[in-house]
């Protein structure tokens, strides 16, 4: 079993910024690809930034220049940096990994998620 566990959420200001982090635990022989998604009220769940498989970076085009994703392999770790928040930018904030267990089988697993809430 993978449990992965976001913190860094919170209420910020407009033009503020927020550093996300997401950790991965339990039986991990790698991890594919990890990305952030993100949900507003009344919305579909979005990705937001992450790695593909290649350990290529995508971006969803609305935080394109203002969010940076990151990740540390050793630690099974990813970060996402946004910063010049806007209004719009609120929702709940998930993590997401494809992760290969011991016996070869990847399967992706979802994190509980933390609330980002900008002010405006």
């Known amino acids: 079993q993978v449990q992965l566990v976001e913190s860094g959420g919170g209420l910020v200001q407009a033009g503020g910024s927020l550093r996300l982090s997401c950790v991965a635990s339990?039986?991990?022989?790698?991890?594919?690809?990890m990305a952030w998604y993100r949900q507003a009220p009344g919305k579909q769940r979005e990705l937001v930034a992450g790695?593909?498989?290649?350990?290529?970076?995508n971006y969803a085009d609305s935080v394109k220049g203002r969010s940076t994703v990151s990740r540390d392999n050793a630690k099974n770790t990813i970060y996402l940096q946004m910063n010049s928040l806007k209004p719009e930018d609120t929702a709940v904030y998930y993590c997401?990994?494809?992760?290969?267990?011991?016996?070869?089988?990847?399967?992706?697993?979802w994190g509980q998620g933390t609330q980002v809430t900008v002010s405006s």
């Open positions: 790695f593909t498989s290649g350990g290529n970076t």
């Open positions: 997401n990994a494809v992760v290969v267990g011991m016996a070869g089988f990847a399967f992706s697993y």
């Open positions: 339990g039986v991990i022989l790698r991890i594919n690809e």
